[in-house]
């Protein structure tokens, strides 16, 4: 029994621990709050508006957790929040928990103006929790997040600027919460490079602390009422990770930056563009700003080639690729040589390519070949033999005078062999000792066949 109670005690004492990481962050009415450029977001983008003023701004990536006891105070965070994303040509996508589909739309009517044109232009979205997170009334946290995907592809292509989302988890029960936490810390990996704005919501007074603790750890921050009032409790642990991940990111885009030739650093699951230095924008012709809202398969010419190369060094194995064609802004199609690699950043494995253009290198290759099949030529049509051996007396080269003379069919047939194989030894030793001669001295001999 006593050990039983030690294990208990201990437990307590880890989550006691885990909870006082968090801790209120310091703000004031309507002060900004900048939070941290998520990894692989263009930091010199505005940040998006949430109307919460003790929020404040965020970026693209952000991922919160709200803890409410009422559904007016679901109202008094989300609807401000939703206003926000409609107004600046965002898809707003709102899973609904307690509040039922037409108790969210007429919360929202009764603040948004136009709501109707809104709804008009497909820009508006309330979906029960059952209908997204449940598939044969089961949560699979996979398809789950396949869908936040293909939501945020189907937003790119209709001309919205990202997706603002609201899902609540206050549907799940106690027994749930280790399984939504892991799928919480997936969301994570998921939105923090995307153009995804999310607040996760769950009912304060319907779990223990310690199921709280085990979901909000995998928020960047989360909004709690004390005393009536809104605060924000910032993840401690998660902000020191994020600090470290950012140093991490910055080294590697320091790197990259000062990179002679081109580099770029993308995602080998999505393919999305990350980083690019000034030396892949010059070779290609598009801007920082246009790489990263493009993927690799929009520059290669050859995407089945380059697939099956990015699998491969996905797996961890460097490479070099001698040539590849790849595409420019203007449509032009040239040469590359790469070296791929990959690393880790934070949690998520990138491919860092560096591309060098090898056009110059070619054409140097294809005047050499001109070059040299027009001396073969010339030298096939003299009248008289002609051949190149090495020191040991070793064919290289023969014209086809030569051919015919020693009833070969083609000038290839005698390339590596020696006059022994043509000559019996007296005659093969007569021209052995007369090249070796010629080599040593470097002077010409003129000999007379008998």
Same mark, same amino acid.
Not at 178 to 206: F, G, H, M, P, W
Not at 351 to 369: F, G, K, P, W
């Given at each position: 029994?006593?050990?039983?109670?030690?294990?208990?005690?201990? +437990?307590?004492?880890?989550?006691?621990?885990?909870?006082?990481?968090?801790?209120?962050?310091?703000?004031?009415?309507?002060?900004?709050?900048?939070?941290?450029?998520?990894?692989?977001?263009?930091?010199?983008?505005?940040?998006?508006?949430?109307?919460?003023?003790?929020?404040?701004?965020?970026?693209?990536?952000?991922?919160?957790?709200? &803890?409410?006891?009422?559904?007016?105070?679901?109202?008094?965070?989300?609807?401000?929040?939703?206003?926000?994303?409609?107004?600046?040509?965002?898809?707003?996508?709102?899973?609904?928990?307690?509040?039922?589909?037409?108790?969210?739309?007429?919360?929202?009517?009764?603040?948004?103006?136009?709501?109707?044109?809104?709804?008009?232009?497909?820009?508006?979205?309330? =979906?029960?929790?059952?209908?997204?997170?449940?598939?044969?009334?089961?949560?699979?946290?996979?398809?789950?997040?396949?869908?936040?995907?293909?939501?945020?592809?189907?937003?790119?292509?209709?001309?919205?600027?990202? =997706?603002?989302?609201?899902?609540?988890?206050?549907?799940?029960?106690?027994?749930?919460?280790?399984?939504?936490?892991?799928?919480?810390?997936?969301?994570?990996?998921?939105?923090?490079?995307?153009?995804?704005?999310?607040?996760?919501?769950?009912?304060? %007074?319907?779990?223990?602390?310690?199921?709280?603790?085990?979901?909000?750890?995998?928020?960047?921050?989360?909004?709690?009422?004390?005393?009536?009032?809104?605060?924000?409790?910032?993840?401690?642990?998660?902000?020191?990770?994020?600090?470290?991940?950012?140093?991490?990111?910055?080294?590697?885009?320091?790197?990259?930056?000062?990179? =002679?030739?081109?580099?770029?650093?993308?995602?080998?699951?999505?393919?999305?563009?990350?980083?690019?230095?000034?030396?892949?924008?010059?070779?290609?012709?598009?801007?920082?700003?246009?790489?990263?809202?493009?993927?690799?398969?929009?520059?290669?010419?050859?995407?089945?080639?380059?697939?099956?190369?990015?699998?491969?060094?996905?797996?961890?194995?460097?490479?070099?690729?001698?040539?590849?064609?790849?595409?420019?802004?203007?449509?032009? =199609?040239?040469?590359?040589?790469?070296?791929?690699?990959?690393?880790?950043?934070?949690?998520?494995?990138?491919?860092?390519?560096?591309?060098?253009?090898?056009?110059?290198?070619?054409?140097?290759?294809?005047?050499?070949?001109?070059?040299?099949?027009? &001396?073969?030529?010339?030298?096939?049509?003299?009248?008289?033999?002609?051949?190149?051996?090495?020191?040991?007396?070793?064919?290289?080269?023969?014209?086809?005078?030569?051919?015919?003379?020693?009833?070969?069919?083609?000038? +290839? %047939?005698?390339?590596?062999?020696? %006059?022994?194989?043509?000559?019996?030894?007296?005659?093969?030793?007569?021209?052995?000792?007369?090249?070796?001669?010629?080599?040593?001295?470097?002077?010409?001999?003129?000999?007379?066949?008998?």
């Amino acid at each position: 029994m006593d050990d039983a109670r030690k294990r208990l005690v201990e +437990q307590i004492r880890i989550q006691r621990s885990r909870f006082e990481k968090l801790k209120p962050a310091k703000t004031q009415h309507n002060q900004t709050q900048q939070s941290p450029t998520p990894p692989g977001v263009d930091s010199t983008q505005v940040l998006r508006e949430t109307r919460l003023d003790t929020l404040g701004p965020a970026p693209w990536g952000a991922h919160f957790c709200l &803890l409410y006891e009422s559904e007016q105070d679901l109202i008094d965070v989300l609807v401000p929040y939703f206003k926000a994303g409609l107004e600046n040509n965002e898809l707003c996508v709102w899973i609904t928990g307690p509040l039922s589909r037409k108790e969210a739309r007429e919360a929202l009517k009764r603040t948004v103006p136009d709501f109707k044109e809104f709804q008009r232009k497909r820009q508006i979205e309330i =979906i029960t929790h059952a209908d997204w997170y449940l598939k044969d009334n089961t949560f699979n946290p996979k398809i789950v997040l396949e869908k936040w995907v293909q939501k945020l592809n189907h937003a790119r292509t209709k001309g919205f600027t990202g =997706i603002r989302v609201t899902g609540d988890g206050s549907v799940f029960e106690e027994q749930d919460l280790r399984a939504l936490a892991e799928y919480e810390k997936q969301v994570n990996q998921t939105i923090c490079n995307s153009r995804i704005i999310s607040i996760c919501t769950y009912q304060s %007074d319907k779990y223990s602390a310690v199921g709280l603790v085990e979901v909000v750890s995998n928020h960047q921050s989360a909004i709690v009422k004390r005393q009536g009032k809104w605060e924000v409790v910032e993840n401690t642990g998660r902000k020191e990770a994020q600090e470290a991940l950012r140093e991490s990111e910055e080294k590697y885009r320091q790197v990259v930056s000062t990179t =002679i030739d081109a580099a770029m650093l993308f995602d080998p699951e999505t393919r999305k563009f990350i980083e690019v230095n000034p030396a892949c924008e010059k070779l290609y012709g598009y801007t920082r700003e246009e790489f990263l809202n493009l993927r690799q398969t929009d520059i290669t010419a050859e995407p089945q080639k380059s697939d099956e190369s990015i699998k491969k060094t996905a797996k961890g194995k460097p490479h070099k690729i001698d040539l590849r064609y790849h595409r420019k802004k203007d449509g032009i =199609i040239f040469p590359v040589e790469i070296s791929a690699s990959t690393f880790k950043l934070g949690a998520k494995t990138v491919v860092c390519c560096v591309i060098r253009d090898i056009t110059e290198r070619i054409h140097a290759q294809e005047a050499l070949n001109n070059e040299h099949n027009l &001396l073969r030529t010339l030298v096939d049509n003299l009248p008289d033999a002609v051949y190149i051996k090495d020191t040991k007396g070793r064919f290289l080269l023969g014209n086809a005078e030569l051919a015919r003379r020693f009833n070969l069919e083609n000038t +290839q %047939d005698f390339t590596g062999k020696t %006059d022994y194989d043509f000559f019996d030894k007296e005659q093969a030793d007569i021209c052995y000792e007369a090249e070796q001669k010629v080599m040593k001295s470097g002077k010409p001999l003129l000999y007379k066949e008998q």
